[in-house]
């Protein structure tokens, strides 16, 4: 790893790209262990540096890339690179012996915290003169949650809610839906894009909303003040769970396990019995089996284990279901589909869009394999 002074260089000078002061993210700096001068053995079956080094690398690439520049010289959050990297990066943290977070991540934050400290004069991502009707709220409403997210799996490791993620969730509860069927939820970003822009989207990132409120330091959760806000997000993912894909479901699952009554037995049990059932006999899952899905250019969809599906599966089984001898079987057997698929050449896990065939060479051909990477780490750090 670079040098914490040369890391700041590069962040305050990089050609082409906006400047942030570092100071923002200062607050970060020390929340792993004292580093080790040398180099920490490979983790049996997975390597964690090469892991680290994909995540980093795409975060990186992605800060760079043109369509991802936004106004006050900020970046675009996005579904697929940005929040599953800010979700599983600071789970190596310890394990790799890093003292500080990675210069991509300073990148990230910096950028998350200026667009919420100066919230009212941010633009949304998305125009209504450009890309729709509905567009701007949208936009809006979704960059809210994945801000508030995004700071709280930062926050929550370290143990003290920040007044920037403070922020973040007061900007998101704002925004939060007050009437009608999808009261509790936010309107999300519909570009048809699944499963991270399109319809469905909606109840998958109340899921994890859910999940980072219900995990927030300092008992946010007990807060009077927000009270009402996350019973109507518990009454939303309770509400609409059986119209759920099973993608979804499992998320919800996810927030089942910190948020009591989400579910019922009965809904629970049904969503843990489709999961094992759809494991494939090499320990893998296909996000293809999760949902009913159909590309856009009409080509067939990828059929084979991914690591997207098969990080998130083995993930939700641990946090919410590991006391069940059932699942146990099923969650060694997705660690050992997750161990024997890192791409010795990447260090990443492969992925494949829902939406159409992508060469995967291309802009947009790696952005499930982001979120794969991601979820597969999340997934074999948590059976630590």
Request: proline share 6%; net charge neutral; with cysteine.
């Amino acid at each position: 790893m670079k040098s914490e002074g040369r890391a700041q260089q590069r962040i305050l000078t990089r050609p082409g790209r906006f400047a942030i002061p570092v100071l923002l993210c200062a607050a970060f700096v020390g929340q792993g262990r004292a580093a080790d001068k040398s180099s920490p053995p490979a983790t049996p079956g997975w390597d964690r540096q090469a892991a680290a080094r994909y995540l980093d690398s795409r975060e990186d690439w992605w800060q760079g890339w043109d369509r991802a520049q936004k106004d006050h010289e900020t970046l675009c959050v996005s579904c697929h690179t940005q929040a599953p990297y800010a979700l599983a990066r600071p789970a190596l943290r310890a394990d790799l012996g890093e003292s500080d977070i990675s210069a991509a991540e300073k990148i990230m934050l910096a950028s998350i915290e200026k667009r919420v400290r100066s919230w009212n004069q941010m633009l949304p991502f998305y125009s209504d003169e450009r890309y729709g009707a509905g567009k701007e709220v949208e936009s809006r409403a979704a960059e809210s949650v994945l801000n508030a997210t995004i700071l709280l799996s930062y926050d929550t490791r370290r143990g003290r809610l920040s007044q920037t993620a403070r922020m973040a969730l007061a900007n998101a509860w704002t925004l939060q839906l007050q009437s009608g069927p999808e009261a509790g939820a936010w309107t999300w970003q519909d570009f048809a894009y699944a499963p991270w822009e399109s319809k469905e989207s909606q109840y998958h990132w109340a899921a994890l909303m859910a999940v980072a409120v219900a995990k927030a330091p300092d008992n946010y959760r007990d807060d009077p003040q927000v009270a009402g806000n996350l019973a109507a997000l518990r009454a939303y993912l309770s509400r609409n769970f059986a119209a759920q894909p099973l993608l979804n479901k499992t998320v919800a699952l996810w927030a089942s396990a910190s948020v009591p009554g989400l579910l019922s037995d009965a809904d629970r049990n049904a969503a843990l019995g489709a999961l094992y059932t759809l494991q494939r006999p090499d320990g893998g899952w296909s996000l293809t089996d999760l949902g009913i899905w159909q590309r856009r250019d009409q080509t067939p969809l990828e059929s084979r284990p991914d690591g997207y599906a098969t990080g998130l599966a083995v993930l939700v089984l641990e946090q919410g279901a590991a006391a069940d001898p059932r699942a146990r079987e099923h969650i060694a057997r997705g660690i050992h589909w997750l161990k024997a698929n890192q791409d010795p050449a990447t260090g990443g896990w492969p992925a494949w869009s829902l939406n159409k065939k992508r060469d995967p060479k291309s802009e947009a051909g790696p952005f499930m394999s982001d979120a794969a990477t991601s979820y597969a780490v999340l997934a074999l750090e948590a059976q630590q």
